[in-house]
């Protein structure tokens, strides 16, 4: 296992550097945005909504393997403050680092979005919404003409005028990550006429923050009450959760800034696993769950270092194919911004939760890869 590890922190020596977009845009350019993106850690002086936990928190169990130090020595190298693996609701290993506890709150940065997708699953499995084809502008008429509709929210294929781009001071993201009123950019949207929507895969952040709009007009409620209702609670959540909002117009920022626990993002994975099915229409999961459930596709996406061919979207989550013990797998989830990742493998019924200050340095399958096989064989 040893030699395996300093393999995978040397293998991306010869790979082309290429630059990031999507939920991993290039670092930050100025000390503010530095902030904002590389300091992850819940700030108390900043405005927050709070997302109580559950008075049913769903049990988390003592890890029954030791932290060798291969591991740890790794996952320093990797940046990693929090690592959580678990076969079926048996935690495995719980690991914490830089000073990282059971109680830090980190932020899950676009792993958010996909916490707002599930509760669009939910409103489409209580009516709010009729259908996945329904045209968005029926609940925010500022879209009519738009064409644009709620899969093409949550597949990521609208036709917006916006580059994910948290490295530009001026950029649409930073505004809408750290302005004091971010309303402009949805109550006056604007479309990318080079392509139609549903034929293009564009990685967007606005995405969510639309997707979170559209859902407090149906539900008549703030979106920090309707996650709590439809997806906090349900899952189990055991702390509080704290939401970065906008101080002007008090509007939580759907796509980045909901700071949680470790235990409560693997909660969150065990909850998109297990207990989804009883609140959302199977069609709806089995898009989540992409090529688990023989849905989805997989594309060219930059990874690190790397050009990836092994990751896929679905409904507004994640989705990859890796070499595990030998084989192809294939799992799903979420991942966020410098290195937050969500993953189960129902291969191995395993469920992998990091939090982390920057992308791994091979990226995040060379990284699963090695920590899932570092666990698998020590089972035996």
Not at 33 to 52: C, K, Q, W
Request: net charge negative.
């Amino acid at each position: 296992m040893r030699h395996f590890f300093k393999a995978a922190l040397t293998a991306s020596a010869a790979a082309m550097t290429v630059l990031l977009i999507g939920c991993e845009a290039t670092g930050p350019a100025s000390s503010k945005i530095g902030r904002l993106f590389v300091e992850s850690h819940f700030n108390e002086d900043g405005t927050y909504a709070a997302l109580p936990a559950s008075s049913a928190p769903r049990p988390f169990d003592e890890d029954r393997l030791e932290n060798d130090i291969d591991l740890v020595s790794f996952l320093r190298r990797n940046s990693v403050h929090s690592l959580i693996v678990s076969e079926g609701d048996d935690v495995v290993l719980e690991t914490y680092l830089h000073g990282h506890d059971p109680k830090t709150l980190w932020n899950a940065h676009g792993i958010s979005t996909t916490i707002v997708s599930a509760a669009v699953g939910v409103a489409l499995e209580e009516g709010r919404i009729k259908s996945v084809d329904q045209y968005i502008s029926l609940d925010l008429p500022q879209f009519g003409g738009s064409g644009i509709t709620w899969r093409h929210l949550l597949t990521m294929t609208a036709n917006l005028d916006y580059t994910e781009a948290p490295h530009l001071l001026k950029s649409k993201t930073v505004q809408l990550f750290s302005a004091d009123d971010f309303s402009a950019l949805i109550d006056e949207p604007s479309l990318d006429e080079s392509f139609e929507s549903g034929t293009r895969f564009h990685y967007s952040s606005l995405v969510a923050q639309i997707m979170a709009e559209g859902l407090e007009t149906v539900y008549e409620q703030p979106l920090q009450d309707i996650i709590t209702d439809k997806i906090w609670h349900p899952m189990g959540a055991g702390e509080a959760a704290q939401w970065d909002i906008a101080d002007a117009t008090q509007q939580v920022r759907a796509g980045y800034g909901l700071h949680m626990t470790a235990r409560d993002l693997w909660r969150f994975g065990r909850f998109m696993t297990v207990e989804i099915e009883d609140h959302i229409g199977p069609d709806f999961v089995a898009e989540m769950r992409g090529p688990v459930a023989g849905r989805g596709r997989f594309f060219r996406r930059a990874e690190s270092r790397l050009v990836s061919p092994d990751w896929g979207y679905g409904y507004g989550s994640w989705f990859v194919r890796l070499p595990l013990n030998g084989e192809m797998v294939a799992g799903y989830g979420s991942i966020g911004f410098g290195g937050q990742t969500l993953l189960h493998i129902p291969r191995y019924d395993m469920t992998i939760a990091v939090q982390a200050r920057v992308l791994p340095r091979d990226g995040r399958v060379n990284f699963i890869k090695s920590v899932l096989e570092h666990v698998l064989n020590l089972e035996g």
